[in-house]
């Protein structure tokens, strides 16, 4: 039941990343989007706080309750996600730095997943 509860949750804050980086990012490629910044907000909004809600949710269920892994894991997909997203969208390439960055990340995520 964890490791399903986990990957639940981990698609849907992949899911809410995904939709949270183009309402935040969006506006550097579309004009309507630069335009249009509070119908964003106000549209996408409550979905990605759904999203994030019912994914913290399975966490917390999925470690015995604990608070601190609900922070850190959907904080670091989040990471994941930018980066590829913003290597996808605007071919901005993942240097040395980031890839580090990237890799302590899911190195975070496992650990808080698998460490008993």
């Known amino acids: 039941m964890k490791a399903k509860l986990l990957t639940e949750a981990t698609i849907l804050f992949t899911i809410g990343?995904?939709?949270l980086w183009f309402q935040?990012?969006?506006?550097?490629?579309?004009?309507?989007?630069?335009?249009?910044?509070?119908?964003?907000a106000c549209s996408l909004g409550p979905v990605v706080s759904?999203?994030?809600?019912?994914?913290?949710g399975y966490v917390s269920t999925a470690t015995s309750g604990?608070?601190?892994?609900?922070?850190?894991?959907p904080s670091m997909i989040g990471?994941?996600?930018?980066?590829?997203m913003t290597y996808v969208v605007f071919?901005?390439?993942i240097d040395l730095k980031n890839g580090i960055c990237l890799?302590?990340?899911l190195a975070v995520i496992f650990i808080q997943a698998l460490w008993k």
């Open 79 to 84: 990471t994941v996600v930018f980066m590829i």
């Open 24 to 40: 935040s990012n969006s506006q550097f490629f579309s004009e309507w989007a630069k335009n249009h910044r509070l119908l964003l």
């Open 17 to 19: 990343h995904v939709i």
């Open 50 to 56: 759904y999203l994030f809600m019912v994914g913290v």
């Open 103 to 105: 890799v302590l990340s």
């Open 66 to 73: 604990q608070i601190w892994p609900t922070r850190i894991i």
């Open 91 to 93: 071919k901005e390439g």
